[in-house]
């Protein structure tokens, strides 16, 4: 599993979760309830909700953000992450810090989370 897949899981849940099977219809429920998808999960509000989200800077921070959810935040993971959204040339400074918050945000917002503009942009 991926860094960008531990994030991901982290805040909208593990991947392996399955909609239960619809029930098979009786007299009085003539027809199968088929199990709707799961709308947008609303990032900024996962993790506001964490434990530990009023004391670190994840709006801004990769460091943070990845400590908040319990992922290792080390250089070699950050940089694996890099490589994985498309950073070949990742070096760990601010710049590439910055880049690589909001391209987790982009990311993240892609896979079916409502993360907010200022987070993306």
């Given at each position: ?20 099977p619809a029930s098979a ?97």
């Open positions: 599993m991926g860094i960008f897949s531990k994030i991901k899981n982290a805040i909208f849940g593990k991947d392996d979760k399955k909609a239960p219809p009786t007299p009085a429920d003539p027809t199968p309830v088929d199990p709707q998808p799961i709308s947008d999960v609303d990032v900024e509000a996962r993790l506001d909700a964490m434990d530990g989200s009023d004391r670190l800077n994840w709006r801004t921070s990769i460091v943070d953000l990845m400590k908040l959810i319990g992922v290792d935040s080390s250089y070699e993971n950050r940089k694996e992450l890099a490589q994985e959204l498309g950073n070949t040339d990742y070096s760990g400074s601010a710049d590439d810090n910055i880049w690589l918050h909001k391209r987790t945000m982009q990311e993240l917002a892609a896979n079916g989370g409502k993360v907010p503009a200022e987070f993306r942009d």
